[in-house]
């Protein structure tokens, strides 16, 4: 099991895109596919560092951005392809070199390889002149603390399927099809990938943290709680507690109803402002 698929999705971010892209080509075991989903921005298919293996996949959208349906078409590109690994990383991190490899090896041991696999990510702070140094990344490694991570080596498995996120994760082809991919209600910023996790589970799938499985999320400037977001945050919470019964993001969503942006009523919760 070694045709491995990485999908990527992206709008803007176009040097965090190449400086992925400067990862991935150090890979100990590179990916034979990395897939690219554009959405809502044609200049990324344009870019240089993009040539094969890279396939650039370019959709219309504007915000809310689609993020699950561009994870889906990204997943049918690699099925297509012949892909029996898809590893999925978010535009903003770079892959450890043994990432790629990592993900592969737990995705054909009979102890991990049905279930969906995370990796542990640090969080970058504002990067020097002349950018990361992807050779020195592994002194930077401080895994975020929400989140398992076991040491290089080392697998945890199991864990709550809220803990998932969608930064770095992989699984085999036959997962995939078997979770059914995801639910491309959900638009913009929030949620999805709590839903999607969800659907694992719902399937029967358990999660695995693989340690070698590193990646470094590249620094870019965020709002703590991302107000910025709120409407797709509730009508995504919205749509998860609709489907789960249980609301995720309690964190945002509490922080901001202090705020006083939103309020939960008999119907869920509505922005206020």
Known sequence: MNDIALITIAHGRHDHLRRQREAVLASLVAPRLQIVVAMGDPQIGRMPQLAPPVRAISIDAEPPLPLARARNL?????????ADVLVFVDVDCLPAPDAVGAYARAAASPVTGDRLLCGPVTYLGPPPAGGYRLDRLAELDDPHPARPAPAPGEVELGGAHELFWSLSFALRASTWRLIGGFDERYSGYGGEDT???????????????????RAYHQHHAVRHPPVDHVDDIVRNANLFHERWAEWPMRGWLDAFEADGLVSLGDDGYVVTT
């Open 74 to 82: 990204g997943a049918e590109a690699a099925l297509q392809a012949g």
């Open 195 to 213: 839903d999607f996790a969800f659907a694992a589970r719902e399937a029967g799938v358990e999660l695995a943290w693989v340690g070698d499985a």
